[in-house]
């Protein structure tokens, strides 16, 4: 197989129903800015915290569910979709890693250890990503998998509390904002 088709040349691209669609559109902003938190996450590994590295290795995989499920609007029986299962997994996670953290007592500042700030980075796509899932959304309506949203609102936590976790292995103090 070819990398290159050459069919995008014209600013277009396919949808996994083959149906042709501007670069441009909300559904290839959702799921483009997905494939970029996806290798924001990729860069993070490894994070030298076991327990990440296994929890981010999963994050990737759920984000390829996220991106095929945003590139069909017509899915299929069997197609690969988001479902409440991926929600709670997350959840789980942050319950996890929460049980280990100190309870946070005021704002803090992104940042930290190589591995902690490259996560509050990744945070902030993944805000980004639910920003644009929320536009596909908003413009598709109905064609739109909401739990697949829900999912990008609920890593954005969990990618919070990942970096909070990497800092406290690596013996970094978080800091407050001063205002």
């Not at 327990?51 to 095929?68: G, K």
């Not at 690969?80 to 803090?108: K, M, N, R």
């Not at 999912?151 to 407050?176: C, P």
Request: aromatic share 6%; hydrophobic share 35%.
């Amino acid at each position: 197989m070819k990398i290159y088709t050459k069919r995008g040349d014209d600013g277009d691209t396919d949808l996994r129903n083959m149906e042709r669609v501007s670069k441009t559109s909300p559904r290839i902003e959702a799921y483009g800015t997905v494939d970029e938190l996806n290798a924001a996450v990729g860069a993070i590994r490894p994070t030298d915290v076991d327990e990440l590295d296994d929890y981010l290795r999963e994050v990737q995989n759920h984000l390829h569910v996220v991106q095929a499920d945003f590139a069909n609007p017509e899915p299929d029986e069997g197609d690969p979709q988001v479902t409440g299962e991926h929600v709670e997994q997350v959840e789980d996670w942050i319950d996890a890693c929460e049980e280990q953290l100190e309870p946070l007592e005021s704002f803090i500042l992104p940042g930290g250890s190589d591995a902690g700030a490259a996560l509050h980075q990744a945070r902030a796509v993944c805000r980004r990503a639910e920003r644009r899932a929320v536009a596909l959304q908003n413009h598709e309506g109905d064609d739109v998998n909401e739990t697949a949203v829900a999912y990008l609102n609920r890593l954005s936590d969990a990618l919070f509390v990942f970096a909070r976790l990497a800092n406290q292995a690596a013996g970094v103090r978080e800091e407050s904002p001063s205002y």
